[in-house]
């Protein structure tokens, strides 16, 4: 029975990193755009300044809109060293078909995410130098793969703002500055005719990354991500990047 059950998580290992691969090869297909200055969404006349950033920073400035955003959100970066929460939920005709929770602690190029699942299992990785580690909590055996730069996203069950990049612009419905939970975020939203969804992604300009998105079919929501407040840097050091037999992969700076 044990040896079936680390048949299974091998396989569905495996299935993620192949995922994980694929999804990088497209990620390469889009080439960096020139730098850009993103407005202040709270300033009155977001023309003037930009202008202002363009004479400081050298930058190009634009306004977010449907043609633009896919260029402004490849301008983005995200912070080095933070951590957050995030919650994941998934919905069949408004009703909760489970919600996914995922600590994250990001640091040097090291991701750390521990995933309560709604079954009460709890997934740790840490993703880094190309690595792969996976365990759960209700076991000691530790996978240990190659990994892609999307796998850390993938593990947290996350979609990442670099999927606005692979959007065809005709797909793109609404764009531009929003306030969303305090943070002035680009707001991404896009009819996806073919699947017969709708795609909404609010993206942090000043972390640069995803503080929620969400997914509409047929008028209904079907998946939501939250993030709480981000922390930067991190505040929790000791034991993140450590494996269960003790090793210490990463040591953040403190």
Known sequence: MEDK???????AIISVVLLAVLYSFFLNLFART??????????????????ESLN??????????TQTVQSVVASLQRYESYSRTMSV???EQ????????????VDGGWTRSSVARSNGVVEH????DGMLWLW????EQTYHGPATAATADLMQRLPTYEDVLYLDQESITDAGYQIWEGQPCIYVEAHLAQWGYVERYWISETSGLLMATETEEEGQVVYTMRSRP?????????????????????????
Do not use: C, M
């Open 89 to 91: 939920e998934y919905l």
């Open 136 to 139: 759960h909590d209700s076991g």
């Open 34 to 51: 020139s730098e850009l200055v993103v407005a202040d969404p709270n300033a009155t006349d977001s023309v003037d300044s930009a202008q």
């Open 5 to 11: 059950k680390r048949i299974i998580l091998a396989v």
């Open 230 to 254: 981000v922390t930067s840097p991190l505040e929790q050091t000791d034991g993140i990047f450590t494996l269960p037999n003790g090793t210490e992969l990463h040591v953040p700076d403190t």
């Open 94 to 105: 408004g009703q909760s078909l489970g919600t996914v929770t995922a600590r994250v602690w």
């Open 125 to 128: 990785a840490i993703v880094g």
């Open 56 to 65: 400081q920073e050298g930058g190009i400035p634009v306004e977010v809109t």
